[in-house]
């Protein structure tokens, strides 16, 4: 189970830091992303740890602004938010995925983000 936190409110060229804490173990999985969905758009990648390189991939849209980390041992992944615009305003979700020809996916609930 995946559960996300930080999400809320603020003005143009602010930062926010959202949380995604695992209730298992996702040592062995083959990646923890950051994801969102803005109004009437598809779901949409943004930041990606890659589990057993510990190396990150990051969306144009994202990229310098944005910065993907994560805790060991809290098992926690956290997307650091920096010049926020309004045009990030969606609900983020995180995700972890197995390895294997049919890996699975495991989502959270979700956080709002509105930049305003």
Same mark, same amino acid.
């Given at each position: 189970?995946?559960?996300?936190?930080?999400?809320?409110?603020?003005?143009?060229?602010?930062?926010?830091?959202?949380?995604?804490?695992?209730?298992?173990?996702?040592?062995?999985?083959?990646?923890?992303?950051?994801?969102?969905?803005?109004?009437?758009?598809?779901?949409?990648?943004?930041?990606?740890?890659?589990?057993?390189?510990?190396?990150?991939?990051?969306? +144009?849209?994202?990229?310098?602004?944005?910065?993907?980390?994560? +805790? +060991?041992?809290?098992?926690?992944?956290?997307?650091?938010?920096?010049?926020?615009?309004?045009? +990030?305003?969606?609900?983020?979700?995180?995700?972890?995925?197995?390895?294997?020809?049919?890996?699975?996916?495991?989502?959270?609930?979700?956080?709002?983000?509105?930049?305003?």
């Amino acid at each position: 189970q995946l559960v996300e936190s930080g999400g809320g409110s603020v003005q143009t060229g602010g930062s926010l830091r959202l949380s995604c804490t695992a209730s298992g173990n996702t040592a062995r999985n083959r990646y923890m992303g950051w994801f969102r969905q803005r109004p009437g758009k598809d779901r949409e990648g943004l930041a990606v740890l890659w589990i057993g390189g510990a190396t990150t991939t990051y969306a +144009d849209s994202v990229k310098g602004r944005f910065i993907i980390s994560r +805790d +060991d041992a809290k098992n926690t992944l956290y997307l650091q938010m920096n010049g926020l615009k309004t045009e +990030d305003t969606a609900t983020y979700y995180c995700a972890t995925a197995s390895w294997g020809l049919l890996p699975d996916t495991y989502w959270g609930q979700g956080t709002q983000v509105t930049v305003s």
